[in-house]
């Protein structure tokens, strides 16, 4: 098991930046995929972005790309969102998990922060 809490979150303009942390506990960090993902109110749970254990390979959401990167730091056991040209529309609680699979699909991850609030206004 790991415990994972996120931070940066806030409120922002549209076109505006962010950059959510993710800080991991346990020396097992290295091990796990990690995933962020989003809700907004009355929706489900989305995928966002996720990275490779080893850090080498990353996927994102389709709303994601090009304005969005994931990146991870072992030697901090952190896991980095960062968000720019932010958009109404990406308004969720945002949440990292932690999983043994390199997969997009929310059910396979088996360790979640607790979320942070991102509003961005226009």
């Known amino acids: 098991q790991v415990q994972l809490v996120e931070s940066g979150g806030g409120l922002v303009q549209a076109g505006g930046s962010l950059t959510l942390s993710c800080a991991a506990s346990?020396?097992?960090?290295?091990?796990?995929?990690m995933g962020w993902f989003r809700q907004a109110p009355g929706k489900e749970r989305e995928f966002v972005a996720v990275?490779?254990?080893?850090?080498?390979?990353?996927s994102y959401a389709d709303s994601a790309k090009g304005r969005f990167t994931i990146s991870r730091d072992s030697a901090k056991n952190t896991v980095y969102l960062q968000m720019n040209s932010l958009k109404p529309e990406d308004t969720a609680v945002y949440y990292c998990?932690?999983?043994?699979?390199?997969?997009?699909?929310?059910?396979?991850?088996?360790?979640w922060g607790q979320g942070t609030q991102v509003t961005v206004s226009s």
């Open positions: 998990a932690a999983g043994p699979l390199y997969t997009t699909h929310a059910g396979q991850y088996s360790n």
């Open positions: 346990g020396r097992t960090f290295a091990s796990y995929t």
């Open positions: 990275i490779r254990r080893a850090g080498g390979s990353t």
